[in-house]
């Protein structure tokens, strides 16, 4: 029979959090297994934008922007308002102290960013973007970690944690469709993601509806953290989540910026185009970037627009959350449907109908050259109708009694003129859970705690997995957890395999 392959420290997950944790892991000398499930590492981390929040930067230095840890500890309950007391304030200390470090951990990684940009209640502007996309986390990490000799196995995922005498000591898999084992000498680190895709954890903290309603990232089960409550831990913050909302589908092919190659020089020659050149040459670029998967704005319905499903009716009042009706639609799907008035007023500042955090904001005409594929434009509401294959008598009866719905309305608070021709079509729009906060309990090392908050030996936490109540509110934050924890992790993690002879 085949020995059971051993390691000093097994980190399960390769997304940012994973592939920060095997990375000090494997600088301390430990010998380091990473599991990915996917084909490929990746995670909600290539998903993201990739905006990443930190004080005393090299960026900020630069101009002139004098920026320290306790501030920004001090600046992010205002993100939090009524939740505030729900925070973990000795991990967010934790955050604040250690995402400088970080960022020029990734900076000597590879990693460029562009910014800071401002995001008050930030009393500092703050905020870096990652050039040329979120991929650039993955690939310069990756490279790294195996540079550094980390053993990572694809295709790989973990079902259940082993334990003997209360440690755990190892990691069950399922290997296309094999069985195998992994034993850890010191300690496996969880950094398996959210549970936005988890019906079950969804159904749990949140309620029915809300199980019914995708994540972004369909891999994101929550493995984690179910893996993790079979030994006594705890899930915190299990009902808070960006969403649900809706948004547009991604494209079906790559955006341009997506498929861009993380190359230093390229992102160097971004960063100095985003920073020197005018946004009138930069637009139709970054409007690439930006028409992704992203949320449109609430306004656009206070303006009048309305929300109807592929059959052309209407299924909610689109002011009060929309996101939770839609999955009761046929295809789970629905078209935002306006006219040239709203058409002009979404065309220009103040009125955008998306943005990217901290990039660029995106207006009708954006979409109109960007998105064809969710941008539909017709004279009459029959051209409309067949052009998104509903039928026509249906959307004309919807426009009918939504326009008699707004005449009666007027002199009220939300009164608004009637959607006349021509009219436009955004969509279709889905909705989606983003990320949600629902992270195991864990300590200032990142053991993970059991139900009388004692740490599971032998057992570690980090990013999303090892939220431990932490509030990550603001754009930048949780990926600025996932390579803070991930990094701390993996060294704790490391520590707990030592030379024999100290046995
Ligand atoms: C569309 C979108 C935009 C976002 N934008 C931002 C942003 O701009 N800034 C920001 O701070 N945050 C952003 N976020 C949130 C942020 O991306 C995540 O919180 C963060 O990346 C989490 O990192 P992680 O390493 O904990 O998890 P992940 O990056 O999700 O990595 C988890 C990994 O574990 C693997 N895995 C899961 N289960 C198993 C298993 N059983 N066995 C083996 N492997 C497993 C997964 O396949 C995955 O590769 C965004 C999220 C989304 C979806």
């Known amino acids: ?69 306790a501030d920004h500890w001090a600046d992010m309950p205002a993100f939090a308002g009524d939740l505030a007391s729900r925070d973990n304030d000795e991990l967010r200390r934790i955050l604040c102290d250690e995402v400088p470090d970080a960022f020029r951990w990734l900076l000597a990684c590879g990693v460029r960013f562009y910014g800071p940009v401002a995001e008050p209640p930030h009393r500092k502007p703050r905020m870096h973007t990652v050039l040329p996309n979120s991929g650039s986390y993955i690939y310069h990490l990756q490279r790294h970690a195996r540079r550094l000799g980390v053993k990572i196995l694809t295709h790989t995922r973990a079902r259940e944690l082993i334990a003997e005498g209360g440690r755990v000591c190892g990691v069950s898999c399922e290997e296309r469709g094999q069985r195998r084992e992994f034993r850890a000498r010191g300690a496996v680190v969880l950094a398996a993601g959210d549970f936005t895709n988890s019906a079950e954890l969804k159904g749990r903290f949140m309620g029915p509806q809300e199980a019914k309603i995708e994540g972004v990232n369909l891999t994101a089960t929550g493995d984690g953290q179910l893996m993790a409550e079979k030994l006594g831990a705890r899930i915190l913050n299990g009902d808070l989540a960006l969403g649900p909302e809706i948004r547009f589908i991604a494209p079906a092919r790559d955006t341009l910026v997506r498929l861009l190659p993380p190359w230093p020089a390229l992102a160097l020659f971004m960063q100095w185009a985003l920073e020197h050149l005018p946004q009138a ?63 002009t007023l979404y065309s220009a500042w103040p009125n955008f109908v998306s943005t990217a955090p901290g990039v660029a904001y995106a207006y009708i005409p954006d979409y109109r050259r960007s998105r064809p594929d969710i941008y539909s434009a017709a004279a ?28 009666s309305r007027m ?34 090392e990142h053991r993970v705690l059991d139900q009388d908050a004692k740490a599971i030996p032998g057992l570690y936490a980090a990013g999303s997995t090892g939220q431990g109540g932490l509030l990550l509110k603001g754009h930048g934050h949780h990926l600025a957890w996932a390579f803070v924890s991930g990094r701390r992790a993996g060294r704790f993690a490391a520590y707990n395999a030592v030379s024999e002879d100290l046995h």
């Open 411 to 444: 002199g009220a608070s939300r009164a608004m003129p009637p959607l006349a021709a021509p009219y436009t079509a955004l969509g279709p729009v889905r909705a989606v859970f983003v990320h949600n906060e629902g992270g195991l309990a864990v300590d200032t």
């Open 281 to 343: 040459i930069l637009r139709p670029f970054l409007m690439r970037f930006l028409t992704t998967a992203l949320a449109p704005s609430p306004g656009i319905f206070q303006s009048g627009a309305i929300l109807v499903n592929k059959q052309g009716r209407r299924f909610c009042d689109e002011c009060d959350r929309p996101a939770y009706a839609l999955p009761d639609q046929p295809d789970q799907v629905a078209y935002i449907v306006i006219d040239a008035r709203i058409a």
């Open 1 to 69: 029979m085949n020995a059971v392959p051993q390691y000093d420290v097994i980190v399960v997950g390769g997304g940012g959090a994973g592939l920060a944790a095997a990375i000090e892991a494997r600088k301390l000398g430990r010998a380091v297994l990473l599991l990915e499930k996917n084909p490929a590492p990746g995670g909600s981390t290539a998903w993201s934008i990739g905006s990443i929040t930190s004080s005393a930067t090299p960026h900020q230095i630069a101009r002139g922007i004098k920026d320290c840890p």
């Open 380 to 407: 009459s509401l029959d051209e409309l109708a067949h052009k998104l294959g509903m039928d026509a008598g249906v959307l004309a009866a919807t426009v009918r009694t939504s326009n008699d719905a707004a005449q």
